[in-house]
Structures are given as C-alpha cells and as structure tokens.
C-alpha cells in the first residue's frame, strides 16, 4: 500500500499566520481528507454494511469423489470402466474486506475435494484465494501436504519404499517387496511347473507374503489384526485361484484336445468364464476389512461394496481382455494344423503375440493403457524342472493417454527381442500356408495338414517329397478298393504316384495321413530286391516314428493314437536305456521287432463273413464287408499289416489254441512237419533235417530253441503245417490256394465275423448283432393324418457283441435317448419351415391309415456306412429288409421300387421325424450309439445281423393295401 499524504498544510508555519477561524476551517478540511483516505483503504461505511458484506461473499460448493466401477452395460457401450461419484459434499465461504486493505490480506484459497499434490501448487484449488492471506495459506496448505506425503513416505517399511525417488520420472522405481515377489514367482516357475504343483506353488509364493508380514507386525508398521487379515485375504485368494483352475481344467482341456473354430470358442468361453469366477470371488474376499470407530477403536469385520465392485470390474476387463488374447490366437493357431518343431513353434509365438496385442488393444480401449513387456527372463536360458524354458516378464512398458511409463512387472504383451525375433521366424509358416494355398496342385489343398509335417518335421526325404507334390512330380491317388494301406510306384517317367488303399481311407484319426506321407517319403517306388526293400522300409518306418513322434511333442501324445504312441515309446525306449540298464537289451529287441514288423511281402489272408480264412496269395487281413453300393469290400484290420510270415500269421488270426485244434497233430512232434517247412523256417539244410528225423531228442532241442521261439519261428511252423494240410501249397516265395477248413470255430457264428488287432501279435475275433423293437403304441405317433407325440420314443435298439471263441456275449449297448422307427415325417417340417416328407399311404382293413416306409418285423442287417451323410455325418445303412408296404429294401439300402430316392438309415434328427429309417431325437444319441459301436472295433461296411420285433401285432399281422399308387 502506498503511504498516504494529506494535501492540507497544518504546519506550524502555516497555522501561525491563522486566525481561530481559519484554523478550524483548515483542520475540518484535515479530517474530510483523512475521512476519504479512511474510506478509500478500510471501505466506506456503506461499504462495511451487512448488505455490502453479503454482496461481497462467495459460497463455494466441495465436492469429495471417490473412483467407482461402472455397470457392465455401460462399460460396454462407452468403454469406460469407471466414473466419478460424489462422495461427500462440503460448503465454504469467503468474503473479501472493504478497501484496499481488504484487498490486501485478501482470503484464503479453497482446496478442491480430492486434492492431488503432484498436480502442482497451482492445480489443486477451487479457487486460489487473494490478497497475502491467499498467498501465504496457498503455501502453508501445499507444502502441509508435500510435507504429509513425504512423512507418510518416511513412516513406511524399508521393504515398501521406492528404490529412489522416481517423482516426476518415467520410471517407476520397484520396492524391495515387489522385486521379492516376481523373484518368488520365478523360482515357483523353475521349481515347481505345471498344473500338478498348483498347491506347492501357491504355497511358495505365500512364504515371501509370511515373511514380509512379520516384518510389518514387528516392526510396528501394522497392527496383528491388520496384519493378519491382510496375509488370510492372500492366502484365501491363493486357495481360490488353485480350486477355480482344478474345476475348470478338465473343461478346458477337452476344449483345447478339440479341432476346429468350436475348440477355440470352447476354450475362449471357458478360459473367460475362469477368470470372472477367480477374479468375482478374489474381489468378495478381498472387500472385507477392518472397522474402526471416530477414536480409532475396532469395531470389528466389514465389508466394502465399493473394493467388491471395482474387483468385479477389473475383473471384467481382464476376461475380456484374455478372451480376445485367447481368441485371436487360437484362430491364428487353426492355420498351423499338422506344422511341428520350431516351424510350429515360432508359429505359435506369432500366434500369441498377436494375441497378447490384440489383448492390450482391448484393454486400451476399457482403461485408456497399453502394456508391453520389454524384458523376458527367457533370455537367461533358464529351464524349468520339464525342461521347458521360464518365461516369465520383467519390466513393462505402459503407453496411455498421458504419455509413456516403465516399472519392473511381469505383465503385458511380451514384445522382448527373443520372442520378436521368435514372431519373425514364424512368418515362415504362414509363407509355406501362402504357397499351399496359391499351389494349383489338388494335393496341397486336400492334404494340407500332412504336406505341412513333411515342410516341418525336418527330414531331408519329407521336404523332398513335399516339394515334388507342390511341383506335381508326386502325387496322390485314392483308390477305395485299394486293399492295402498305401503304396508308391514309380510311374517310369521320373515321376511317382501315391497310392492310399483302404487302409488309410479308413483312418479317422487326427494325423494318421500326416504319418502315412512321412513314410511314403522314404519309398522310391521300385523294386530294390529283397535287401533293399528291407532296407527302405527300415528307413520308412524310422521316418514316420520321427514324424509321429514330432507330432506328440507339438499336440500331445493322445493325437497320434494308441498304436502310434506303442511305436513311438518302443522307439524311445531304448534311447533312455544305457548300458548298465538290465532292460537295454529288451528294449533293443522290442525296436527290432517293431522294424520287423513292416516288410515288404505281398501276402494277405481273408476272413469271410461265416468265419473263414482264405489265403489271397498277397498281403495282411481283411475283413468282408459290403460298400455303399451293395458290393462286397474286404477291409483292412489295421495292425494286420505288421506280420511278417503269412504263415505265422494265420496262427495269430486264429488264435494258437485253435490252430492246434485245426491241426489235430503235436507241434513239438518233429513228424508234424515236412522237410521243406523245417529247412524254410529253421534255415537248416538236409543233413540236420535228417538228424533230427533220427534222434527225438535234438528235434525237440531244436524246435525249443529259445531264440526261434522269440522269432515266432513256432508259429510259422504251425502255420506251415496248417496251410499245407489245407490244400495251400508252397509256390517258390509265394503260397497258392484259398485253403479249405480253415474257420475260426466249430460252433455257431452269431451274426457276422469280425476280427481286431490288440497288439503284441493278439487279436480279437468277435460278431455283433442287434435287435430293434418297436415298443406297443408306436403307431399312434402317426395314423390317419394325425400326428402324436413321440414322448420317451417307441423304440428300442440293442446291440450284443459276441466272443467267436468260446461262442459268449461279452458286451452289450443299448441306445440312450428317445428313437422311432414309425414313418411319420409326411405333413411335418424342418427347422426352417420347410415341408418333408412323402406321403405313402397304406390302409389297413378295417383299421387306420398310416405311412407305408416303416420297416417290418423280421430279420435285416446295418452296417456303418461307407460314406458320411452330407446331413447327418456317420450312419448306419439299413439293409436286407422289408416295409410293411411289401417293398424290399436292397443292399445299397435303397428301396427297390424306389432307386432314385433316398436310403434307410439310422440316424439322428431334430425332432424325431422319420420316413422310415431309425431316427434318434437329437445328434448326441447317435454321437454316443456310434462312438460305442467303434470302441467295440466296428469297421465301415461290417454287416450286423439284426432283427426287428414289433410288439404292435395288428399292425405286423392285419391286411393292409395302398389306398394308390407311391
């Protein structure tokens, strides 16, 4: 303020030339300047009046907010996850004094509700306030704060401070508990992987939260209660994250055994649904707390609303986030099918890393932060206790809206420069999917997944043969009356045809073609001689074993098949044997007989329908079957494949003990054989033979050798012996003849012979039968124009496998779910509205008027069709029947009146509708029917012998007649 000066002389000079008067006039006008300075630096009285005060006072209205979650709903459609409510709401009041004074101590500032002190002492008021009591107080109240901060950050435990200052910094210093805690989760890692340590894992992991929390207790940091609570929320969390991923493991493990877009909706939608669950139930636990009174006193438990619903938030935004992660990769992955080794590897770290992206795009979206993380403890090469590298973050990298952080964390998408440079590498991948796709050859686009295992699996013969099938030198061939597995000619002009018989048609399993194609590789498709093709299909077997086996390490031993997984062990085995193991040499011996196992001879038998065993003069077993067209097929029984004497293998086929019976003569007896079968199978020549026609003795020694007995030479001899005494006759390296007598048993055959494969030179000879009947009332589901209610169904199927050995019933199934076999689709429509059906209307006398397609009672046969149904996928044929219309139904399973319509068949459909065939209500009954049906080695085309009872006897026995033409 500036002094004030009166403009009225009152000196003593002046005063003194003045009379009374005008010194009295002099000193009034005094006192109106001091009046007028009075009113200029303090306010006039008008204004220091009550209503001058009011004018001059401002009401500011506080509001304190708290951060809350948002609704589902909300988040959804605006993409914030939280909002700002108004927690608690204050009023102040300021007044400016009169004058210049006033204006000079001025008024204090007002804190906004929910002041930040980072924000600067210019950006934490509502208004800053005037004058020096404005300017004072703004100091007093920022640095109170500043200096409340910084006491709060003194008062902390040593473990919990910043490892620096990191105010004002882009990096964000950790704290000892933190760099604690990624420690422990990495050894957790390296000690304890997998699923199956969960409980020591989480156990691990809570020491380091029990150590640290003796440390606050006794350091006074936190009361026991505090304490307590705090590490029994850590601990209950920990208990929920091992329970919630043991319930929803086995879920999620079928999802991910399961191909196609359905597997990675599958596990999407569960790997979501996990993390809500863990993260609803974590956010319940973690909202308890502790309550105290105004004095600091505890009440007791409580529990915050708020901590819950935020919990449920982030746990929302996690979900969503992993679901998109988990989603987008898992597509990616679909077009990585059949790839194997680093090929498939880096191929997946694109995968996921474009998925971890996509994650974070989304969680940008819900949060307004993008992390990545730059460092990977993958880069120390440090393995886990399954030898697989610990991948575990380090330091992440936040991107958001008000610039770019870092702090050491182990979350975000993992952009390290090993897993960058991993994502490069699995661009070639998808450079070998562009050259597929582009190729203008049939095979790249048929056999797609098998031509990525011979890309990837890293044999010089399969990169060889994949190459040829992309330059059209090779190429595939079905030939569904093929009867073999697969076969490769050369075709003399340098280039080669691969053949799949039946054999690998047949094969529904994931990669069998994917190994079949590995071993092709190695074929040259000539004739090298005898050393030479046992060399070759050494060299064939080896390279599908290394293909299968790439493939189980890539998707799971399950994968491959039981079989293939037998071979793969018995190869592996002996690789973990060293010389001091007592098993070594078994194990070398089991891999000898594996490789065996193949040869190249082209000897096969033939098992008929009525259990009989016909030598064909080529190679393996097969089955009579009937294909789609009605025609007999022989089908292959996989494994068959792997005998190595055509004579041998007629002893395995009929099972030993019923191959001396057949023979009726002692196999240890040296007269049951003739000179060639011992000098053939013994490898003797014609003195020993002689020998041991003399002395008993060494004929027994001989035959009991303990490495022909290992050699299956026993079996051979036998066999040799059967073959012979049945009309097969010896033919240079070949056999002549179908043979005659040779069954599988004297005893009745119920239904049709069967024969599988069990391993070991086993197999199972067995029949199936099956009997449908059609429960009273079934009729009423349709009659006189009229449809009923199908309710629990009217029929039954029951299917019966038979053992051909000893003649007994060893199983038995009976359809789930609800079936009919009345027709009754005419009048009904599809799921789209659409009408189906036929009208066939056959009259009974005297009686009502029903749909003529249903079959009759009596004796019929299905079997598995040859095909698929483009509708219904996997069916049964019906065949060798009648209607009760008199039509017969043939064995293409067409209705002979009628060869341009459509098959009988057992199959499933939406509501039960049927023109005749066996229907199930809903896909899973037949799903079920049919898995079980093949459990029990059911093969396509294998005929089983059935019967229908009809329990409605008007209608089985009453005249009927159509009422027209159909």
Request: charged content about 20%; glycine content about 12%.
């Amino acid at each position: 303020m500036q002094p004030v000066s009166l403009r009225t002389d009152l000196s003593d000079t002046k005063l003194a030339q003045l009379e009374y008067s005008a010194i009295q006039a002099l000193i009034g006008q005094a006192q109106k300047e001091v009046q007028e300075a009075s009113g200029k630096i303090f306010g006039s009285e008008a204004d220091n009046s009550k209503e001058a005060k009011a004018k001059r006072k401002v009401v500011y209205e506080v509001n304190k907010t708290k951060t809350v979650a948002t609704d589902l709903w909300t988040m959804l459609t605006t993409f914030k996850t939280t909002q700002e409510v108004i927690e608690e709401t204050n009023h102040e009041e300021r007044e400016a004094g009169a004058g210049e004074f006033g204006a000079h101590i001025g008024y204090a500032p007002v804190t906004k509700g929910n002041p930040n002190v980072d924000d600067g002492l210019d950006n934490i008021w509502i208004d800053k306030g005037t004058g020096e009591l404005g300017r004072l107080m703004r100091s007093y109240i920022y640095w109170s704060m500043k200096e409340s901060q910084g006491w709060a950050s003194v008062n902390k435990p040593m473990w919990d401070k910043p490892a620096w200052d990191d105010r004002s910094s882009w990096f964000k210093a950790p704290t000892i508990r933190g760099i604690t805690d990624i420690g422990v989760t990495i050894a957790a890692s390296v000690m304890l992987p997998g699923a199956g340590s969960l409980l020591m894992n989480a156990a691990l992991n809570l020491a380091d939260d029990a150590v640290f929390t003796m440390l606050d207790v006794g350091g006074g940091y936190k009361s026991w209660e505090e304490a307590g609570l705090e590490f029994t929320k850590k601990a209950a969390c920990s208990a929920v994250n091992v329970g919630v991923g043991q319930v929803f493991s086995p879920a999620i493990t079928v999802a991910n055994s399961t191909q196609g877009i359905g597997g990675v909706i599958g596990s999407t939608m569960l790997s979501g649904m996990q993390t809500l669950t863990t993260s609803t139930l974590n956010s319940a636990i973690n909202a308890v707390n502790l309550q105290y009174d105004k004095d600091g006193n505890l009440l007791g438990l409580g529990w915050s609303a708020d901590a819950f619903n935020a919990g449920v938030q982030g746990g929302l935004i996690s979900a969503a986030t992993g679901m998109t992660s988990s989603f987008t990769s898992g597509m990616l992955n679909l077009g990585l099918e059949g790839f194997v080794g680093k090929t498939y590897a880096n191929a997946a770290t694109l995968s996921n890393t474009i998925g971890s992206l996509a994650g974070q795009g989304v969680n940008y979206a819900l949060t307004g932060d993008f992390t990545l993380n730059v460092l990977n403890f993958g880069m120390f090469g440090i393995k886990d206790a399954n030898q697989n590298l610990v991948k575990n973050g380090l330091l992440e990298l936040h991107l958001g809206k008000n610039g770019a952080t870092m702090n050491v964390g182990m979350g975000g998408a993992d952009v390290s420069l090993g897993t960058v440079a991993q994502s490069i590498a699995g661009l070639d991948a998808w450079r070998v999917n562009a050259e597929l796709w582009t190729s203008k050859q049939d095979e790249a686009h048929k056999y797609t997944s098998g031509m990525r295992t011979l890309y990837s699996v890293g044999g010089a013969q399969e990169l060889a043969l994949y190459q040829e099938l992309l330059q059209g030198k090779t190429n595939i061939e079905e030939r569904t009356d093929g009867d073999y597995k697969a076969k490769t000619e050369a075709n003399g002009d340098g280039t080669k045809t691969i053949y799949l018989g039946q054999g690998a048609l047949a094969d529904g399993s994931r990669f069998g073609l994917n190994i079949l194609l590995a071993h092709e590789a190695y074929r040259n498709g000539k004739d090298d001689g005898t050393e030479g093709q046992r060399q070759e299909t050494k060299q064939a077997v080896l390279g599908h074993i290394g293909a299968a086996l790439a493939l189980a390490q890539t998707y799971g031993m399950g994968s491959i098949g039981t079989e293939m997984a037998g071979e793969v062990n018995t190869y592996l085995e002996p690789l973990k044997s060293n010389n001091s193991d007592n098993n070594s040499n078994n194990n070398y011996e089991a891999l000898g007989k594996l490789l065996a196992g193949y040869d190249a001879s082209g000897d096969y038998w033939r098992l008929t329908k009525d259990g009989r065993l016909l030598n064909d003069g080529k190679k393996e077993l097969r089955v009579e079957v009937v294909g789609d067209d009605g025609k007999t097929r022989w089908a292959l029984v996989s494994g068959s494949e792997k005998e190595t004497s055509i004579a041998a293998a007629l002893v395995h086929y009929l099972g030993k003990d019923r191959a001396l019976d057949l023979l009726k003569k002692d196999p240890s007896d040296i007269s049951t054989y003739d000179d060639q079968t011992l000098k053939d199978v013994l490898g003797i020549n014609d003195q020993v033979v002689a020998e041991m026609r003399k002395d008993r003795l060494f004929a027994a020694t001989v035959l009991s050798n303990a490495s022909a007995v290992k050699n299956n030479t026993f079996d051979r001899l036998i066999g040799e012996a059967l073959m012979k005494q049945s009309g097969i006759q010896a033919d240079g390296n070949s056999w002549k003849g179908e043979g005659s007598g040779i069954t599988l048993t004297d005893g009745v055959i119920r239904g049709n012979a069967a024969m599988r494969y069990l391993g070991n030179g086993e197999y199972e000879r067995y029949s199936i039968t099956a009997e449908v009947t059609r429960l009273a009332g079934a009729y009423e589901i349709y009659k006189d124009g009229k449809a009923g209610d199908l309710g629990n169904g009217n029929t039954k199927l029951e299917f019966t496998k038979w053992d051909i050995d000893s003649g007994e019933k060893i199983a038995s199934i009976v359809a789930g779910g609800i079936w009919n076999s009345v027709d009754n689709s005419y009048g009904q429509k599809d799921s789209k509205g659409n009408p189906i059906g036929k009208d066939q209307p056959l009259q009974y006398v005297f009686g009502p008027t029903v749909q003529g397609n249903t079959v009759a009672a009596g004796k019929f046969n299905m079997r598995w069709a040859e095909n698929n149904s483009d509708w219904w996928g996997e069916v049964l044929t019906i065949s060798d029947a009648m209607t009760i219309a008199g039509e017969r139904i043939g064995p293409t399973g067409h209705g002979q009146d009628h060869m341009d319509e459509g098959r009988w068949r057992v199959h499933w459909t939406n509501y039960g509708f049927s023109d005749g065939c066996f229907v199930a209500k809903g896909q899973e009954h037949m799903t079920n029917l049919m898995n079980s049906l093949k459990s029990w080695g059911l093969m396509r085309g294998y005929s089983i012998a059935s019967t229908m009872i009809d329990q409605n006897n008007y209608y089985t026995y009453a005249y009927r007649y159509k009422t027209r033409s159909w």
